[in-house]
């Protein structure tokens, strides 16, 4: 029974945690307005400033709903060689790259 | 009758006194002659609108709305200097009256387009696009479609139309993104395009440009080294791979907006380009498309632009390197001065005779006009997220 509690605890816990790391929630208020700029400004110069689409594809909920999550992840980070999509570790942790995956899997509210 | 009821009357023809004398000295909307030649065009992106402003004095006249998505946008302007004409990247393609301060004609020609022309007599308007991709041309006048090219290659898909501008004997010149292919059409016959195809020209051309004589068409290649020259004298001689050495063996620099190539400097015989992944400023011989130097500058370079005298080159620079300006000095090849305006600077633009530049800086709100002599800062203008600034002095340029 303990064992068992002990089990849910944990479970608990660590699905805490796993909602924490979607949400973002280490990212502060300030960085999260940071990175939604980025979003809009620097990946809509390719992506379009209401994500339609441009040079790049577009990064509508309708369309990276289909993708998987990790690759959108990785694609932000490592960029796409043999395309004109840059790796953005540069700039980015891959804290931040998984919160502006999650935005544009939850939908962004552009211009 | 009471005095009291006499006051509020007397007071109400003071009021409509009042009233009418400030209509009457408020900025006058086309009442008052005025010329064209000093007025320009700021695009305020996030905010759908754009800035009608003056350069004799550095002042905004009026603010135009309800343009739609203006990231990306550019404007053109008609030869009389009157009307506007803003492309904007949902495909919408809008003419400002300059004089009066409106939309005359605003059209959604497309899903997403990147960018347009005007033709040489003035009467065509050629907007290039992304989806679906090819350039539709329109009628000046009333913005009624008179041509549409699809970029069809391989198998019929459509390819992203990049670089479109006008050339002499009215053709317009574009690269196509996807094909790595240039097209030529010619508008004599403006219902019936005659176009003339340059294929393998090399991998993602980027923008093009042409120079300021209107004789030589080339395509920034961010695919590969090099760009793609083209004869417009001999188109029968096809396009040329210039620079095909430049970077090699050079670890590229990841690229987080693409160069731009409007605005080509020309200083007696050299050329001064962006290069790609390389946070330098090519200096390339116009005699023999030979590179003769790099210039190492502060990030990868966006726009690089010449003062209208061509003694300076002005730079700006991709995201995390947009806070800053360099100015070269066309003579020494050297950075002589490196301004720090703030965070997002998108483009700029030199007054007609180039004695001072305005400059925009998105993040900070603000257009900010530069002394080119003393490069000093000598006036701000407030800016909804401005991006492109645009004079009127573009109306008479080849290629803008």
């Known amino acids: 029974?303990?064992?068992?509690?002990?089990?849910?605890?944990?479970?608990?816990?660590?699905?805490?945690?796993?909602t924490t790391a979607v949400?973002?929630?280490?990212?502060?208020?300030?960085?999260?307005?940071?990175?939604?700029?980025?979003?809009?400004?620097?990946?809509?110069?390719?992506?379009?400033?209401?994500?339609?689409?441009?040079?790049?594809?577009?990064?509508?909920?309708?369309r990276v709903k289909k993708l998987s999550r990790d690759m959108l992840i990785e694609t932000v980070l490592a960029g796409r060689p043999g395309t004109a999509m840059p790796p953005w570790n540069t700039m980015l942790s891959r804290e931040e790259a998984t919160w502006l995956v999650d935005q544009l899997l939850k939908g962004v509210k552009t211009p | 009758m009471k005095p009291n009821t006499r006051i509020p009357l007397s007071f109400l023809?003071?009021?409509?006194?009042i009233i009418s004398t400030i209509t009457a000295s408020a900025p006058v909307?086309?009442?008052?002659?005025?010329?064209?030649?000093?007025?320009?065009?700021?695009?305020?992106?996030?905010?759908?609108?754009?800035?009608?402003?003056?350069?004799?004095?550095?002042?905004?006249?009026?603010?135009?709305?309800?343009?739609?998505?203006?990231?990306?946008?550019?404007?053109?302007?008609?030869?009389?200097?009157r009307y506007a004409y803003v492309f904007g990247r949902d495909g919408g393609l809008t003419k400002i009256d300059l004089l009066k301060h409106r939309i005359v004609k605003r059209i959604m020609q497309s899903g997403n387009s990147i960018g347009g022309a005007i033709s040489q007599n003035g009467k065509l308007v050629a907007v290039s696009n992304y989806t679906p991709g090819g350039v539709k041309v329109f009628d000046a006048d009333t913005l009624k479609l008179v041509a549409d090219i699809p970029a069809s290659y391989a198998d019929g898909k459509l390819s992203k139309v990049i670089g479109l501008v006008d050339a002499p004997g009215n053709r317009f010149v574009f690269s196509l993104w996807d094909a790595g292919e240039i097209w030529i059409a010619d508008m004599h016959q403006p219902s019936r395009p005659k176009i003339t195809r340059f294929k393998n020209i090399g991998t993602n051309p980027y923008d093009g440009l042409i120079t300021p004589d209107g004789r030589y068409y080339i395509a920034?290649?961010?695919?590969?080294?090099?760009?793609?020259?083209?004869?417009?004298?001999?188109?029968?001689?096809?396009?040329?791979?210039?620079?095909?050495?430049?970077?090699?063996?050079?670890?590229?620099l990841p690229v987080y907006k693409m160069p731009?190539?409007?605005?080509w400097t020309v200083a007696g015989t050299h050329a001064f380009v962006p290069a790609v992944g390389h946070h330098e400023v090519l200096v390339i011989d116009t005699q023999n498309w030979k590179q003769v130097a790099r210039i190492p500058v502060f990030g990868q370079p966006v726009f690089v632009m010449a003062r209208p005298d061509a003694r300076q080159v002005w730079v700006n620079f991709a995201v995390p390197n947009n806070h800053k300006v360099q100015v070269i000095d066309t003579e020494s090849l050297k950075v002589i001065k490196t301004l720090e305006p703030g965070k997002g600077v998108l483009h700029m633009e030199f007054e007609p005779r180039g004695e001072q530049v305005w400059i925009s800086v998105r993040d900070k709100n603000q257009v900010q006009v530069y002394d080119t002599e003393t490069l000093q800062l000598i006036k701000t203008l407030p800016a909804i997220k401005p991006s492109g600034i645009f004079n009127t002095s573009r109306a008479h340029k080849l290629g803008l």
Request: with cysteine.
């Open chain 2, 29 to 81: 909307v086309a009442d008052e002659l005025r010329g064209t030649g000093d007025l320009g065009v700021i695009i305020e992106r996030t905010s759908g609108s754009v800035q009608i402003i003056e350069t004799t004095h550095n002042t905004s006249l009026a603010r135009v709305d309800g343009l739609g998505d203006l990231s990306h946008a550019s404007v053109v302007f008609s030869r009389d200097e």
């Open chain 2, 260 to 263: 731009h190539l409007e605005g």
């Open chain 1, 1 to 18: 029974m303990l064992r068992l509690i002990g089990i849910s605890v944990c479970s608990l816990l660590s699905a805490c945690l796993l």
């Open chain 2, 13 to 17: 023809w003071r009021m409509v006194l």
């Open chain 1, 23 to 62: 949400a973002g929630q280490g990212i502060t208020p300030a960085r999260q307005a940071e990175l939604h700029e980025l979003l809009i400004e620097d990946c809509g110069s390719c992506h379009g400033s209401r994500l339609h689409g441009g040079l790049g594809p577009a990064l509508t909920q309708q």
């Open chain 2, 220 to 252: 920034g290649l961010f695919g590969e080294d090099g760009m793609a020259l083209l004869d417009l004298w001999h188109p029968e001689l096809g396009v040329k791979h210039i620079l095909p050495d430049y970077g090699k063996g050079d670890k590229k």
